[in-house]
């Protein structure tokens, strides 16, 4: 895998940052899980503690139907920094669907707490994606 290429450092990321803004514009930032199928992203409602199941990402992705994930590295040497977006259009699948069962299948295969606690939520999948990056060393 060519980590100087921004697919491949999206990929390889192990946490992402959803932003998803309201219909007034209102702006909501999250930490999640991913995993890149072919040109969409997933993630999913687990079962890690949430002060409610009405999350606000997923009421964002309603109203609006767009979304955008950031990874990045950080390193006190300057010159290793670099992030990598994602802006697409979003939705949100219902759980037990075909695609949603598919995706949380690759989430189980990115990330071993979904195989022994297997989520049974909603899936978000941001699909067109348009991709934006920057690298201090490029």
């Known amino acids: ?3 100087d290429d921004p697919r491949a450092r999206f990929e390889a990321a192990r946490v992402a940052h959803l ?3 309201d ?3 209102v702006p909501h930032i999250v930490p999640l899980v991913f995993v ?3 040109d969409t992203v997933y993630s999913c409602v687990d079962h890690k503690p949430k002060t409610t199941t009405a999350l606000r990402r997923l ?4 109203e609006t139907g767009r979304a955008s994930l950031l990874v990045d590295h950080y390193d006190d040497n300057w010159s290793a920094l670099w992030w990598v977006r994602v802006d697409g259009r979003a939705e949100v699948l219902g759980p037990g669907t075909k695609e949603s069962e ?3 299948d690759a989430l189980a295969a990115k ?3 979904y195989v022994d606690h297997r ?3 909603q899936v978000i999948a941001v699909r067109d994606v348009e991709w934006s990056s920057w690298s201090a060393a490029a």
Do not use: C, D, E
Not at 59 to 62: A, L, V
């Open 23 to 25: 219909a007034a514009g």
């Open 102 to 104: 598919s995706a949380i």
């Open 119 to 121: 989520p049974h939520g």
């Open 59 to 62: 009421r964002n992705i309603t």
């Open 111 to 113: 990330y071993p707490q």
């Open 36 to 38: 890149l199928v072919g």
């Open 19 to 21: 932003a998803t803004a």
């Open 1 to 3: 895998m060519n980590m």
